[in-house]
C-alpha cells in the first residue's frame, strides 16, 4: 500500500492567510528550517493505479498537480477512484466543491458527514447537475467495506470507519446533535498482505478505539497543536486545543507519549496547525517528536506499508 | 490605481484538475509556451495600503501568498480591506469560505448575490460566528459607493456596480428567476486622479452598457472562449460558450473586434479558459491578440493606471 500525503497542515494551511505567528512570518522569508504545507489530505493506493482520496481540501486542485500520479489519463477524468471523509470539518468538504466539473463522484462517509454536507446546503447543488454525479457509499461505524475502483474490477483496499473523539464541524454547532458518526478515524487493509494504515487526523482525546487503531502498521496521527494553551500563549486567539477538539502532542497527558509505546511500526504526526512549535525542524519540540521515534509529515511525504 | 492579478484562469484553474487537452498536458510538462493560472481575481488599491479583493476565487490562499504586500502585518489580520464579488458563481465566492478564521470581512455584492450566498447555506454559518463577522456592503446598480478602508481614512477608491448580460451561478439555475444584478461589470475609480478601471470578467454577449463600461482608461475583459464551439471541437463536452454565458473572443462576431477599437487604452482579456488557444504564447490566436493591441492577463501581472 502506497500513501502520499498531499497536504499535512490543519485548516487555514502553512503560512496561514491571516496570521503572522513566528512561524508564518518565517516560512514567508523562506527560512530552511520551515517547510510550507497545504492542507491535510491523503491519497492512498494498492496497486498505485486506483487511488483514493482521503479529504478534500480547500487546496485539492494544486494538490492534485503536485503528484504526477494523479495528471487526468484521459482528455477529462477524475484522478481519484474515490474520496473518503473523516469527518464534516469544511478543511476536508469543502474541497468537493472545487470537484464540480462534469464528473461522477464517489464519496465515502458516515450518513452523519454525509447529511450535514448535502442537508441545507444550496451550493451542493454544482454536485446534482446529472443523475449520479456523486454516489455516496455509506460508512457504517466499526465494520470494513470494499473500496470499489472505477473500472469496477477492485481496488484491493478495504476501509473501517472507526467512532473517535471529536466534534461537529463548526457550521453544524448548535443545529444538530452531535453524534458517535461525526468524527471517525480509518484503518484501510490492504486486501493482498493484511497490512494496514490508521489514518486519525482529527482526535479529541484518549479511548479504546483508539488503542483499537493503533494496532496498524502505520498511524497518521492528529498533530495539530503542540500544547492546550498553544493559541492564548502567542497572543491569537481564546480557544484551547481541547475547545477545538485537538488533542495536544505535547506534555505528560499529550498524545506522543502515547504514540512513543508503539515501537516497531511507522507512527506520523499530520493535519498540523501553523502555530505548532514543532513546525520548526531544529525545535526542541521536533527533537522530542523524533526521540520518540515518530515523524511529522509534510507535503510530498511518501510511505509504503 | 494599482492592480495586481492573483488570478487569470476560468473556473477549474490551468491546468484544470479533470483535463487531459492539449494545453492542460503541455503545461503539465513545463512548456515555455504556455504558463499556469490560478482561478480569476484581482486586487486593487489606490494608495499601496488599503488593498480590495475583487472575487474571492477558490485559490485564494494561495493567491494571498504569491503577493507580499498581503502579508499580514499584525499577529492575525484579514490581509484586504474588503472584497466585491461581480456575481455569485462558486468560482467567485467559494474563497469566502476558505476565509472563515475569526476576521471580520467586509463585503460588496448586489443584494442577490449577497443572498443567492447567504440564503440556504449552512456553509455560510461559518462566516456567522460571531457579531459583524461579514459586513454586507449592497452595491446598487448603476450609482457609485465608496470603499472604506479598515481604519475608517478612506481608501480613495469608488465602485459602481454595472448589470451586464451573464446568467445565475450553477447552483440557482431552476431555483430562482434570473435578474439584471446577477452578473455586473465594476467601474473603479480612483478618486484622486479620476481615472477609472472597468472589470468585466463575465460578459455573455454586447450590450450598450458595456459601451458605456469601456470608456475606462484600463479594461479587463471576459477572455474565457476564443470560439463558441471550443469544448465540443476538442471533444471536451457539448457546452456551447454562449451556454455558459461568455462572449467568445475570436471570429468575426467575437470581443476582440470591440477591444480593437478602444485604441489609446490598456485593454486585458482574463478569467481564461484552459481550452483557449490564445493560452499558448506563440499561437495564431495570442498573435491576433497581441495585434489588436490587447493583453493576455497571467497571474503576477501589475497595471498602474
Not at 109 to 116: C, I
Not at 168 to 197: F, M, Q, W, Y
Request: glycine share 10%; aromatic share 6%.
Amino acid at each position: 500500500m502506497r500513501v502520499r500525503v498531499l497536504g499535512s497542515a490543519a485548516g487555514g494551511g502553512f503560512p496561514q492567510w491571516n496570521c503572522g505567528c513566528d512561524n508564518c512570518r518565517e516560512v514567508r522569508r523562506g527560512s530552511p528550517r520551515l517547510r510550507a504545507r497545504t492542507e491535510e489530505s491523503i491519497v492512498v493506493s494498492a496497486d498505485s493505479r486506483s487511488w483514493f482520496l482521503v479529504n478534500a481540501s480547500p487546496d485539492v486542485r494544486r494538490q492534485f498537480e503536485s503528484f504526477p500520479a494523479l495528471e487526468p489519463g484521459t482528455r477529462r477524468g477524475c484522478p481519484v477512484d474515490g474520496i473518503v471523509l473523516t469527518n464534516g470539518d469544511l478543511d476536508h468538504c469543502l474541497g468537493l466543491l472545487t470537484l464540480r466539473e462534469s464528473e461522477p463522484l464517489a464519496i465515502y462517509a458516515t450518513s452523519r458527514v454525509r447529511e450535514g454536507f448535502k442537508q441545507d446546503n444550496v451550493l451542493y447543488r454544482t454536485l446534482e447537475r446529472f443523475p449520479d454525479q456523486v454516489t455516496w457509499h455509506e460508512l457504517p461505524l466499526g465494520r470494513a467495506v470494499s473500496l470499489a475502483s472505477r473500472d469496477g474490477t477492485g481496488s484491493g483496499l478495504s476501509l473501517e470507519a472507526v467512532a473517535v473523539p471529536g466534534k461537529l464541524p463548526i457550521h453544524l454547532e448548535t443545529k444538530v446533535a452531535p453524534s458517535a458518526e461525526d468524527n471517525v478515524g480509518l484503518r484501510i487493509r490492504e486486501e493482498s498482505t493484511g497490512r494496514t494504515l490508521a489514518y486519525l487526523p482529527a482526535v479529541a482525546g484518549p479511548s479504546s478505539e483508539i488503542d483499537d487503531l493503533t494496532a496498524a502498521d502505520c498511524i497518521f496521527f492528529d498533530g495539530t497543536f503542540w500544547s492546550d494553551d498553544e493559541l492564548s500563549r502567542q497572543g491569537l486567539g481564546t480557544k484551547r486545543a481541547r475547545d477545538m477538539a485537538h488533542w495536544p502532542v505535547g506534555g505528560d497527558e499529550g498524545s506522543l507519549k502515547l504514540l512513543e509505546r508503539m515501537s516497531g511500526r511507522r507512527r506520523v504526526l499530520i493535519h498540523i496547525n501553523n502555530t505548532n512549535p514543532m513546525l520548526a525542524e531544529d525545535s526542541a519540540e521536533a527533537s522530542a517528536v523524533r526521540a520518540a521515534g515518530v515523524e511529522i509529515a509534510y507535503d510530498g511525504m511518501e510511505v509504503d506499508i
